[in-house]
């Protein structure tokens, strides 16, 4: 379920070896973009996957983090799945995100991460470059990836907590 990145830092204050306990083996941060053009006004995304669909509503002014895990709900063996509709175990609602859109799934030889675009129409991205459909792409700490018009970075748990350590430091 994915939650604002404050209730995350008010459990990593509390106490941060307990929220360390806690998260899940990784994460995708949502950052909201200042001042940014709206996504049906955006030239680099011509196509949109449902009739009339609005702008991202994800979190509207403020940063969501979106666990990687499993749902029980859901029946796709391969992986995490990533997609516009509710039957996701991430769901990212903006029209430019396909029903379902990719999946992660454990690099058992690495025991990293990997993203697979299930063969979308507006793409899934890897630090700038469009991924083929069904090829798998290793990822690592702090990659940008993109849905469609909707861009997050993955972090690892550990990613996650040293990002929050950096940036909460006074």
Do not use: C
């Not at 002014?61 to 029980?72: A, C, G, I, R, Y």
């Not at 029209?95 to 507006?122: I, P, Q, Y």
């Not at 909707?150 to 940036?167: D, I, N, S």
């Amino acid at each position: 379920m994915a939650e604002l990145l404050s209730a995350h830092v008010t459990r990593y204050l509390r106490n941060r070896e307990e929220f360390e306990r806690g998260l899940p083996p990784a994460i995708l941060l949502f950052m909201p973009a200042l001042g940014s053009v709206a996504p049906a006004e955006r030239e680099d995304y011509p196509l949109r996957t449902v009739t009339n669909a609005g702008p991202a509503t994800l979190g509207q002014d403020e940063p969501v983090v979106f666990p990687l895990l499993k749902s029980q709900g859901n029946a796709f063996g391969r992986g995490i799945t990533v997609g516009r509709t509710g039957n996701n175990d991430v769901v990212l609602d903006d029209g430019s995100v396909s029903r379902f859109h990719a999946w992660f799934s454990r690099d058992a030889g690495e025991a990293g991460f990997l993203l697979t675009d299930a063969g979308s129409k507006n793409g899934s991205y890897v630090a700038g470059g469009r991924l083929l459909a069904r090829k798998p792409e290793p990822l690592g700490d702090g990659m940008r990836v993109r849905f469609g018009q909707v861009e997050v970075t993955f972090y690892t748990a550990g990613g996650f907590a040293r990002l929050l350590a950096v940036r909460l430091q006074s």
